[in-house]
């Protein structure tokens, strides 16, 4: 555990001055400790957790050496509050700022070191960000690497970072409203502008350092599975594929750690895919659906990318899914070919504030809805 850096100089950057964290408080940026997901070829670490935060002076503002506090990473700027948002996470200020107002905060500065694992050697290297409200610059080491825009984005950092080396990531997020300034209709004389706001500001989502190939590799995957076709459907975003070379995909959908099914799709070339991407669908109708009765119906994919020798380029990270489909029927609502009817509202347990969206928060509201007569959210 690497604990809390109080006026220590590292390798990768001056002498970080910051507050004291109050006893059983600690900043742990030790990557061997935090959650991660692997597979042959690549590797997700999380970097959520506490980072160092203070509020930003202005645009053009150079990377503070001084006067850090902490927040934690994902979580809302705190200082707005009303009917459906509250704050519920613990800043912790430093007293050079401490009086300051943070609900009309619109900039802030983001830091924490950062061990890139040794075994990435050769890999690609990223930066991923799933939910970002606004806008963020990312430093490595006090240079600049590049930036994220809203909603979410992946960041190449190959080129900045060294495998078994440690790093200072420091990241420079604006809040900005999609329009900065727009017209608000407040009733039916005129048109008046007012300044946009942005209700929930900052990291908002979880933060990892992605390992990936650094030759072709799969970028996102999808599925889509038919109960009326009998059939499922693979999507996969795929990234730097050589031109002229044939590759083909390989689908492995797993029940609880047992190969249920394997597909193959046909072999392709960079020319055939659309905006980045390749489909293929093949005929399935498993036994297992995915249904109200039945939520624990789930499988795992895991797709891999081939070359035409068949050698092994890419195994992207798995992902769950449930053999289902959803449809209007007329007034009806289909479900696996049985209608259904809902009585729905929206979950906004998210939006209320972190303490409001766990797995105990979320029971008890769902509970709650279902005493009422509601069935779905």
Same mark, same amino acid.
């Given at each position: 555990?690497?604990?809390?850096?109080?006026?220590?100089a590292s390798?990768?950057?001056?002498?970080?001055?910051?507050?004291?964290?109050?006893?059983?408080?600690?900043?742990?940026?030790?990557?061997?400790?935090?959650?991660?997901?692997?597979?042959?070829?690549?590797?997700?670490?999380?970097?959520?957790?506490?980072?160092?935060? +203070?509020?930003?002076?202005?645009?053009?503002?150079?990377?503070?050496?001084?006067?850090?506090?902490?927040?934690?990473?994902?979580?809302?700027?705190?200082?707005?509050?009303?009917?459906?948002?509250?704050?519920?996470?613990?800043?912790?200020?430093?007293?050079?700022? %401490?009086?300051?107002?943070?609900?009309?905060?619109?900039?802030?500065?983001?830091?924490?070191?950062?061990?890139?694992?040794?075994?990435?050697?050769?890999?690609?290297?990223?930066?991923?960000?799933?939910?970002?409200?606004?806008?963020?610059?990312?430093?490595?080491?006090?240079?600049?690497?590049?930036?994220?825009?809203?909603?979410?984005?992946?960041?190449?950092?190959?080129?900045?970072?060294?495998?078994?080396? +440690?790093?200072?990531?420091?990241?420079?997020?604006?809040?900005?409203?999609?329009?900065?300034?727009?017209?608000?209709?407040?009733?039916?004389?005129?048109?008046?502008?007012?300044?946009?706001?942005?209700?929930?500001?900052?990291?908002?989502?979880?933060?990892?350092?992605?390992?990936?190939?650094?030759?072709?590799?799969?970028?996102?995957? %999808?599925?889509?599975?038919?109960?009326?076709?009998?059939?499922?459907?693979?999507?996969?975003?795929?990234?730097?594929?050589?031109?002229?070379?044939?590759?083909?995909?390989?689908?492995?959908v797993s029940?609880?750690?047992?190969?249920?099914?394997? *597909?193959?799709?046909?072999?392709? %070339?960079?020319a055939d895919? %659309?905006?980045?991407? *390749?489909?293929?669908?093949?005929?399935?109708?498993?036994?297992?659906?995915?249904?109200?009765?039945?939520?624990?119906? +789930?499988?795992?994919?895991?797709?891999?990318?081939?070359?035409?020798?068949?050698?092994?380029?890419?195994?992207?990270?798995?992902?769950?899914?449930?053999?289902?489909?959803?449809?209007?029927?007329?007034?009806?609502?289909?479900?696996?070919?049985?209608?259904? *009817?809902?009585?729905?509202?929206?979950?906004?347990?998210?939006?209320?504030?972190?303490?409001?969206?766990?797995?105990?928060?979320?029971?008890?509201?769902?509970?709650?809805?279902?005493?009422?007569?509601?069935?779905?959210?």
């Open positions: 555990m690497l604990g809390v850096w109080l006026a220590t390798a990768a950057g001056p002498a970080q001055f910051e507050t004291t964290l109050p006893p059983g408080v600690k900043a742990v940026w030790d990557l061997d400790k935090a959650h991660r997901t692997a597979t042959p070829t690549r590797e997700r670490v999380c970097l959520n957790g506490l980072w160092r935060w +203070q509020p930003a002076s202005g645009l053009g503002a150079p990377s503070p050496d001084t006067n850090w506090g902490f927040f934690k990473v994902p979580g809302c700027w705190p200082g707005v509050s009303d009917y459906m948002q509250k704050d519920s996470q613990m800043v912790f200020v430093h007293p050079n700022w %401490k009086d300051q107002n943070t609900r009309n905060l619109t900039m802030a500065w983001y830091e924490r070191e950062l061990n890139v694992p040794l075994e990435w050697t050769g890999r690609r290297i990223a930066l991923s960000i799933e939910n970002l409200n606004s806008l963020a610059a990312v430093f490595v080491d006090g240079k600049k690497a590049g930036e994220l825009r809203f909603p979410a984005g992946e960041l190449n950092l190959t080129t900045f970072v060294q495998p078994g080396g +440690q790093h200072r990531l420091t990241l420079f997020v604006r809040a900005l409203p999609l329009k900065e300034v727009m017209l608000a209709f407040t009733d039916t004389a005129a048109a008046k502008e007012v300044r946009g706001a942005v209700a929930r500001r900052g990291l908002c989502g979880d933060v990892f350092l992605v390992s990936s190939p650094d030759q072709a590799h799969i970028t996102n995957v %999808k599925v889509d599975p038919s109960f009326r076709q009998r059939a499922i459907t693979f999507h996969a975003d795929l990234a730097t594929l050589a031109d002229g070379a044939s590759y083909r995909l390989t689908a492995k029940d609880q750690g047992r190969v249920e099914k394997t *597909f193959a799709s046909p072999p392709f %070339k960079s895919l %659309k905006n980045g991407r *390749f489909t293929f669908t093949e005929s399935w109708l498993p036994e297992k659906l995915w249904d109200l009765h039945t939520p624990q119906n +789930q499988f795992d994919l895991e797709l891999s990318l081939t070359d035409g020798a068949g050698r092994v380029l890419d195994v992207y990270f798995p992902t769950r899914f449930g053999f289902r489909e959803f449809w209007i029927d007329g007034p009806d609502f289909k479900l696996n070919g049985t209608r259904v *009817f809902w009585s729905g509202v929206p979950l906004d347990n998210a939006q209320v504030g972190a303490a409001a969206a766990n797995y105990a928060a979320a029971k008890e509201t769902f509970l709650r809805l279902q005493s009422i007569g509601l069935n779905m959210v």
